[in-house]
């Protein structure tokens, strides 16, 4: 499998700086789906509601043009594989994207309610500059309140990922902040974040830099309770949300997780195809960035059972690495049922005082959409437990 997947990437490579797309996608299809490229592709299916089209990055996997159903409840339809090359493109990779689609809009803006603020600022530093939204909710003036950092998936954008997780909503509810910066199309021909990009997973370089900057301006010019700050992410988002966590353990308390993939498991586009196929080879995870040392940052993991563009496994071992950190904690298990009827198993590493250090919740059915989520917005599943309010409650409370 190694082998095939290994040369397979090689001939699409070729097949991509050639500008023949189509047979490149072709080929990373058959690799992430385990056949000999000699063999046709299996035929696209009808569109899936919801799988994100958030792809490369969490990019599209083959087996999501292979799903024998529809996910219940998902707002949004898949994207052909395709478009997958399209949101791995970069400046200094024009070959692999030559006809980028532009960044959907979303069709409804988040309410704001009177005395509540939905802001715009824009933040600059060596790094770069980037645009970012900040909701600030109608009560909690005179105190410290939280922040948490919400990093979007490919192709969304602030107010469409504020829309889709409900966040603000919450945070109306409950008197904290929250900021979604914005990855443009000038980063990242579909607003991924370059989770897979080397510079872009290093402390005081690229996107981690900007990010950090947003978060202590934001610390800086309202009044933030600076051991309640979190970060949280969707698939590239949620890869950047491990990243951040990873070069900025003073900044961040927790680190919230959905449909991501772990730091340092991909550096280039042929690693990041693999993670996100759960083919990365042992020599690759072995040889990827371990977090600092001291580094013990409290972490929730949400997946999808069904997930055909972040495989699975991938969330197991971003719980292990967080799990690393708390040794000696126990673990437990329990099983439940969503409102939705989505069944899941949700497993925590508790300390001696009772903290939870780290959670896992693998969703049976969930396809690689915010669980919970709301369907104003994109890549969401109605159906599945509320993965904002579980953020929340893991975060705060």
């Known amino acids: 499998m190694k082998t095939i997947f290994s040369t397979a990437m090689r001939k699409a490579a070729k097949l ?6 189509v ?5 990373i299809q058959r690799a992430l789906a385990g056949r000999d490229s000699a063999r046709s592709p299996d035929p696209q299916p009808g569109r899936r509601r919801g799988a994100e089209s958030e792809q490369p990055v969490a990019g599209n996997a083959s087996a999501s043009l292979r799903a024998s159903r529809p996910n219940r409840g998902l707002a949004r339809a898949a994207r052909p594989l395709g478009e997958v090359l399209t949101l791995l493109r970069r400046a200094n990779r024009p070959s692999l994207a030559p ?8 069709p409804i803006a988040p309410a704001v309610p009177d005395g509540a603020a939905f802001l715009t600022r824009t933040f600059s530093c060596a790094a770069g500059s980037r645009d970012y939204k900040v909701y600030l909710p109608s009560h909690g003036i005179g105190r410290k309140r939280p922040l948490i950092v919400m990093l979007h998936g490919c192709t969304q954008d602030p107010d469409d990922f504020a829309m889709g997780t409900g966040m603000n909503l919450l945070a109306e509810e409950q008197g904290f902040l929250v900021a979604y910066p914005r990855q443009p199309a000038t980063a990242n021909h579909s607003a991924c974040w370059n989770w ?12 981690p830099c900007i990010i950090a900057g947003i978060t202590r301006a934001i610390m800086a010019e309202f009044e933030i309770d600076a051991k309640r700050v979190y970060v949280a992410g969707l698939s590239a988002g949620g890869a950047m949300a491990l990243i951040m966590s990873a070069t900025y353990p003073e900044l961040y308390a927790a680190t919230g997780v959905h449909s991501g993939l772990a730091y340092g498991l991909a550096t280039d586009l042929p690693s990041a195809f693999a993670a996100m196929g759960g083919n990365a080879s042992p020599v690759a995870k072995a040889q990827r960035k371990a977090r600092p040392n001291g580094a013990r940052i409290r972490t929730i993991v949400f997946q999808g059972e069904s997930d055909r563009t972040v495989h699975p496994s991938n969330a197991g071992l971003i719980f292990a690495d967080a799990r690393a950190g708390f040794p000696g904690a126990a673990q437990e298990t329990q099983h439940g049922r969503s409102a939705g009827g989505r069944a899941y198993t949700r497993t925590l590493i508790r300390g001696a005082r009772g903290i939870v250090y780290v959670e896992q919740w693998a969703i049976d059915g969930l396809g690689h ?3 919970g989520g709301r369907p104003e917005g994109s890549y969401t599943d109605p159906d599945g437990p509320d993965a904002s309010r579980e953020m929340l409650r893991f975060f705060i409370n």
């Open 16 to 21: 991509a700086q050639s500008q023949r797309v």
């Open 99 to 106: 006809s980028a689609k532009p960044l959907r809009k979303s």
């Open 23 to 27: 047979e490149a996608t072709q080929a």
């Open 369 to 371: 959409g915010w669980s």
């Open 196 to 207: 897979f990009d080397l510079k872009d997973q290093m402390r005081g370089e690229g996107e």
